[in-house]
């Protein structure tokens, strides 16, 4: 079962590029990495995903080394708007009875 | 607006008693995941449906149990309930395994 790590909070600046780096030591073959943003009273929101390598959309970027031992959630120029916590989901594509594991989540503070 | 609903938001109940609560995915989407969101344990997994069959199971306890419908809705039941239960509880939906999963804005569960 993948356990995943997280810095606990982030400050950052109007502007900025923001690097959220989630840790997953024993990652399956099988999972997945998949980011969320969550505001409060909220629930959490899909940001992106990816397997391996660089995964880019229109909000962010996903970097992920080869031994998949970590990842990078990668904001460019956050607002305060962008001021919520994120987390990573580490979790199998189709095996069966496999666990769904989120990380603590990573508090990001934007401010002016 | 993530297409997922969950009823009802607010939910009050004393120990001892039994509550539904219930998911209606986002059209098409035929996977169904559910959550428990705590101060102390941030989100825990509990228990997947695919087209109405169980698919992964996680830390879902002995007094909770959950079921998927043919018309792929699904209700999450808790009974004995424990001071302990209070929570978010979260219902999430996938067009299919593996694909990002969408969040309904939960139900939070009080328990006096």
């Known amino acids: 079962l993948a356990k995943t790590t997280q810095p606990i909070s982030m400050d950052s600046y109007e502007g900025q590029e923001v690097n959220i780096t989630c840790s997953h030591n024993?990652?399956?073959?099988?999972?997945?990495i998949t980011w969320y943003q969550q505001f409060p009273s909220q629930g959490p929101r899909f940001i992106i995903q990816g397997y391996k390598t660089k995964v880019t959309n229109e909000v962010a970027s996903l970097f992920i080394p080869a031994d998949r031992k970590s990842s990078t959630l990668s904001l460019p120029r956050v607002s305060l708007s962008d001021t919520a916590v994120y987390y990573c989901l580490v979790g199998d594509i189709g095996y069966y009875g496999q666990n769904f594991v989120f990380g603590p989540g990573t508090r990001l503070s934007v401010l002016p | 607006d993530s297409g997922v609903t969950q009823t009802p938001k607010h939910l009050i109940t004393a120990t001892g008693q039994r509550v539904t609560l219930r998911c209606s995915p986002r059209?098409?989407?035929?996977?169904v995941y559910w959550y428990q969101q705590s101060l102390d344990q941030g989100l825990q997994f509990l228990i997947q449906?695919?087209?109405?069959?169980?698919?992964a199971k996680g830390n879902i306890l002995e007094r909770f149990s959950a079921q998927q419908f043919p018309d792929l809705h699904s209700e999450l039941n808790l009974s004995s309930l424990e001071l302990g239960d209070s929570a978010l509880y979260f219902c999430?939906?996938?067009?299919?395994?593996?694909?990002?999963?969408?969040f309904g804005d939960g139900t939070r569960l009080s328990i006096l």
């Open positions: 449906y695919y087209n109405g069959e169980e698919r």
């Open positions: 059209s098409g989407d035929l996977s």
């Open positions: 999430a939906s996938s067009v299919d395994i593996g694909q990002p999963q969408h």
């Open positions: 024993n990652i399956a073959t099988n999972d997945y």
